[in-house]
């Protein structure tokens, strides 16, 4: 009979933050129970996917911050982590979901609506996949497979911090770092009002055991995943796995894409000139600038509230884009198949 363990790990280390789900979805694959677990860090740190360059954080002010850099075996860019958001992990055998990711994603993730209502956070899991309420995403998550495990992660956001998150990025732009900042408190959910964790633990164990017909109980981590713990400890908390891990790219890409979250990015250029950056904000591009990105005075605003293609267009004609620069926008999703099609050969 298909179970659901429940864990509330409370408030434990950054370091393990990350490793306990690692041991979880591994240990998933080798047929322990779907888990749901909870956890918040105990210390703010920095968390980075497994194929990026690890020149994408600001790592001088994380130093300067006391910030850790955790590398997880996922994939995704830099995040900023801490004790105002609440983790929770489900992690299962791949062979319960369906072969979709989207479907597998979505399957796992939409039982939770009512638990972000009962917390006091009424978001909707929205046409982007993102749980959001009024535009502004209310949960950080994604996704990955260790082995023959599936993890989704996610967090419950009480209160975030758009300076401090922005401020860990290696932009070399503090003009940039401001832009982001303001998309990052426009496009993130951040609440003044107490949320309420305990009743979001409640709801989101009862909805998950409803919608897998799992009967749900408390458990905890086994003597052999305890081992599995300590050996993602040893992995991720390795200085060499953090700075060259096997996939890492071989050079820092000139043009940088930092989503804010489904729907909405910031792209730039700042180590090779020309200049540039621009947000798209569901397709649109509120305004693309050009040069001078260091010193206001001195901004090229070309474009003001135009579609997304119009902007990667004059871009095109001025061979700030070529060909891998459009892969990067396609494969990030800041474009789609449609919109490449008249630009590739």
Known sequence: MKELRVIDFGSVAALRSQTIWHALASSAGRGAPMTLSFMRPASAYV??????????????????????????QIGGGPVYLDEHQLF?????????????RAAAIDSLLRPLTGAFHAAGVPGELDGNGEFSLGGAKVCGHGAGEID?????????????????ASAILNTKSDWIKGKLAELMARFVGSFSAPINAAAFISAAREALASAFSAPDHDGKLSDEEVLEVERFDSLLGNEAWTEAPEFLPPAPRPMRIIKIRAGVYAVYRVEVAPHFFFASVFGRVESLVIAGLDSPGSHVQEVRDCDLTVAIE????????????????????????????????
């Open 47 to 72: 968390g980075i996917g497994l194929h990026r360059s690890i020149d994408e954080v600001d790592r001088g002010y994380c130093r300067s911050e006391g910030l850790a850099v955790i590398r997880r």
């Open 148 to 164: 023959d495990g599936v993890v989704v992660v996610g967090n419950l956001i009480e209160h975030f911090d758009p300076v401090r």
């Open 88 to 100: 929770f992990q489900i992690s299962v055998h791949r062979s319960a979901l369906a072969r979709s």
């Open 314 to 345: 004059m871009l095109l004609e001025r061979g700030y884009l070529g060909q891998s620069e459009l892969n990067s926008l396609l494969n990030v999703g800041v474009l789609t198949k449609e919109m490449t099609r008249q630009w590739v050969a």
